[in-house]
């Protein structure tokens, strides 16, 4: 059985091996996507005022800017100072404290974008999607397979995790041994990518071991045809969660659309916030409230996928943590795909 098993893990293993480097090398680097930018755009490293007045400004001002073609907005925090824009005609842009564009470019048109582009799409849209969810999903067995043909052998295990040379003597047991220390925390990173990828099948496995309530779909009157006033709107957010902090504005996809501001209220480990407040884009009367914390363990457990995966809470500890999660991945497959590559071959018999 142990022999199946050390064969599978060294075939599937190959087979995955390029994709798991790739994950595990662009993962490490968008640990430090937010350093990145503040290092490379000087206005990202200014602090910004969080007010409604302030940030329904620099709103106002992108849109005018851009004559329309947005599509939301995520605001400046105490860690970016410059407020990231997506516009309707797949782009994105940098602005400024005060709604200055300061870049714009296509999803792989920067360093750290590509970088992200590639980590979660293989640089091949929705089915390179797929493709990294499925690996991270082997990848969840393969550790496992990984840590059963290791038990018999256990007692070989040290903190080596250098190979002693090139040959498959000195690759395996670096392989394994790394393998053995971060088992838990590639599983971890795998399985909440795979889950952020299949979101709602994540979601419903969760509400379904730990039921709850969650938000009922609303259908909301026509809105007024006329200007979108921002500053009024976010103070009309801000209203209904006065302790909470403005984290991002989404224009109506249509005429009749109600505008949509989120909101982090403290507690929520998500950086951009799961709350959400539905208001009149003329008007500012509010139409409807998501309260994340009105929701079923399951519906939080799901949400929490992002910011466990993405680095964003636990400081820069976790971001270390998670560098070094993801250089174990992509070593892992270097080790094991290079092993497998140099395996001696059986001489034939002498007829």
């Excluded at 999803?107 to 990294?132: I, N, Q, T, W």
């Excluded at 509400?207 to 045809?225: D, R």
Aim: charged content about 20%; hydrophobic content about 50%.
């Amino acid at each position: 059985m142990m022999a199946v098993l050390r064969t599978l893990h060294a075939w599937i293993g190959a087979l995955l091996a390029l994709i798991l480097i790739v994950i595990g090398v662009t993962g490490a680097m968008l640990a430090f996507k937010t350093d990145y930018i503040r290092a490379t755009v000087p206005e990202a490293r200014a602090k910004v005022a969080a007010s409604p007045q302030v940030l329904g400004a620099a709103a106002d001002r992108i849109e005018h800017v851009l004559h329309g073609e947005l599509s939301y907005v995520v605001f400046a925090s105490e860690r970016l100072g410059i407020h990231q824009a997506a516009f309707t005609k797949d782009r994105y842009g940098y602005a400024a404290a005060d709604g200055t564009l300061v870049a714009a470019f296509r999803p792989a048109g920067r360093p750290e974008s590509f970088v992200y582009e590639l980590h979660h799409f293989l640089l091949a849209g929705d089915r390179g999607m797929k493709v990294v969810g499925w690996s991270g999903l082997i990848a969840v067995g393969l550790a496992i397979v990984g840590l059963i043909v290791w038990l018999p052998v256990w007692r070989g295990f040290s903190f080596r995790v250098w190979p002693r040379s090139g040959k498959r003597s000195g690759l395996l047991p670096a392989h394994r041994n790394l393998g053995v220390l971060f088992a838990i925390p590639v599983m971890v990173f795998c399985l909440t990518g795979a889950g952020m990828i299949f979101y709602r099948t994540a979601e419903s496995l969760l509400v379904k071991l730990f039921p709850g309530p969650g938000f009922e779909e609303e259908f909301y009157p026509p809105s007024e045809a006329g200007e979108i006033d921002w500053p009024k709107i976010l103070e009309a957010a801000q209203a209904r969660f006065p302790d909470a902090t403005i984290r991002a504005a989404f224009w109506p996809e249509a005429s009749w659309d109600v505008a949509r501001v989120r909101l982090r209220q403290p507690g929520e480990w998500t950086p951009d916030g799961r709350t959400m407040v539905a208001v009149e884009p003329v008007s500012a009367v509010v139409r409807g409230v998501h309260d994340p914390f009105k929701r079923g363990l399951g519906y939080r457990l799901n949400d929490s996928l992002y910011p466990v995966h993405a680095a964003s809470v636990g400081g820069i500890a976790y971001r270390l943590f998670t560098a070094a999660s993801g250089l174990a991945l992509a070593a892992l497959g270097v080790f094991g795909l290079w092993s497998f590559l140099v395996k001696p071959r059986k001489k034939p018999k002498p007829s």
